[in-house]
């Protein structure tokens, strides 16, 4: 079954489908509303134009947005007020131990999200184990209301033993439900009828993100992430390194990470 359309953002709905009806498999793009409907245009022209193709082998990535701008992205290095360290080859290893302290953590990598959710490179990153991080989260980062939720990024291959009836959501389009006995461990992410809005991050999915949860998995034994979008109530997402910056600056943000580098607040 593949749904379209704004009713395809219904994530409780999309969870529930496949266990209610005789489907065995569900894709729901990471953009169904309008905004995908420009990129099904340009694919249907090109396939009209170019019929003898081959067709992919997988689903078309969801990171088709903005680029991050090298010489901003420096700029925004020499910035003053910044402690600033580069981290080529340990960078998941030195983020996944802060997030293990509590830090909140801003990570902007590669090109944009193509879609309404943050799927691992324009995204606001957290420990879900803490219980009074989503009020945290709400009053000092994001700005809204202290009862909206956040949702889990879990390892793909860790997604069975703490979901019930797990489904692969690689664009944080279904709602499942959590196992009883890991609810407890990741209380930040879990909404109030005991399910979650889930992205499985998969290593061909999105590498570093994947790194990431492997790192974090390896010092707590949670391989679960809260993910939320790089942005403040009625913002749109920061695609730029300068919104990225401003949002780091003027929130409750305690790390920037663009690319390999490591950005803090001095003092």
């Not at 990471?30 to 396939?47: H, I, K, N």
């Not at 939720?149 to 009836?165: K, S």
Request: net charge neutral.
């Amino acid at each position: 079954l593949v749904l379209g359309g704004g009713c395809a953002l219904n994530s409780s709905c999309n969870g529930r489908l496949l266990s209610r009806t005789p489907f065995k498999a569900l894709h729901v793009p990471s953009a169904p509303a309008d905004d995908g409907t420009a990129l099904g245009a340009a694919w249907l022209a090109w396939r009209l134009d170019h019929p003898d193709a081959a067709l992919p082998e997988g689903p078309l990535s969801p990171y088709l947005g903005s680029a991050i701008d090298q010489d901003r992205l420096d700029r925004v290095i020499r910035h003053g007020g910044l402690t600033v360290s580069r981290h080529p080859d340990d960078l998941e290893t030195v983020v996944a131990a802060e997030l293990a302290r509590g830090r909140i953590v801003a990570w902007m990598q590669g090109r944009a999200e193509f879609g309404p959710r943050a799927l691992g490179n324009r995204s606001i990153l957290a420990d879900p184990r803490d219980p009074h991080m989503k009020r945290r989260l709400n009053a000092e980062v994001k700005f809204r209301e202290a009862f909206r939720p956040f949702a889990p990024a879990i390892l793909d291959e860790h997604g069975p033993a703490w979901f019930e009836d797990y489904q692969t959501a690689p664009y944080m389009e279904r709602a499942l439900r959590f196992r009883p006995e890991q609810r407890r461990q990741v209380p930040a992410v879990v909404h109030a009828d005991g399910t979650g809005r889930v992205q499985s991050v998969r290593l061909d999915g999105n590498p570093r993100f994947h790194h990431l949860l492997t790192e974090f998995h390896r010092l707590t034994g949670v391989p679960v992430l809260l993910n939320t979008s790089l942005n403040r109530m009625g913002r749109p997402m920061a695609h730029s390194v300068e919104d990225a910056l401003a949002l780091f600056l003027t929130s409750g943000l305690d790390l920037l990470v663009i690319d390999d580098w490591l950005l803090r607040k001095s003092g």
